[in-house]
């Protein structure tokens, strides 16, 4: 499905997430990048040596999830936007996700917005906790929105 419509499936995206026990010990990094590209910021922008060193520069990122805490830094400086950051212990109803958004305008905090798959359909409201907008560093604002934790591995993204 990817190679067709840029869509990973159900099974690519199992793939890249960590264990249910990871995702209950707090925020961790998802990379969804599953086609071999010359690429590495990722690996150059992990200070904990969570995402391991690339052999070659065309290899897909492998990320210890044990090592990982969540800080974000791989998000801004992945050029692709595949990668984000999963809190799966925000609360009992709901995961913090935290995506790179480059659209503008920005959503403002406390507002709620629609939900979208990967596809780009609506799937559910969230709720934009925080926005992170480093027009300094020049990198890409990060969105972190409370999803309904059944909608987990489904909200990739949303639309005001």
């Known amino acids: 499905m990817l190679e ?3 869509v990973p499936t159900s099974g690519q995206i199992d793939s890249v997430f960590p264990s249910d026990e990871r995702l209950s010990k707090g925020p961790v990094a998802i990379i969804e990048c599953y086609q071999n590209i010359p690429c590495n910021p990722c690996y150059t922008a992990c200070n904990r040596n969570a995402i391991k060193k690339f052999e070659d520069i065309n290899d897909l990122p492998e990320i210890n ?3 990982c805490n969540g800080c974000g830094l791989c998000i801004a400086n992945c050029p692709g936007l595949a990668i984000m950051v999963v809190d799966a212990g925000y609360s009992e109803e709901e995961v913090l996700i935290k995506i790179p958004y480059e659209f503008i305008p920005l959503p403002e905090q406390g507002s709620i917005v629609k939900g979208l798959n990967r596809e780009g359909q609506y799937i559910c409201d969230v709720k934009v906790v925080k926005v992170i907008n480093s027009k300094a560093l020049d990198r ?3 969105v972190s929105i409370a ?3 059944e909608y987990m591995k489904v909200v990739r993204n949303f639309g005001m």
């Open 4 to 6: 067709g419509t840029g």
């Open 65 to 67: 999830h044990d090592n």
């Open 140 to 142: 890409t604002p990060i």
């Open 147 to 149: 999803v309904p934790r």
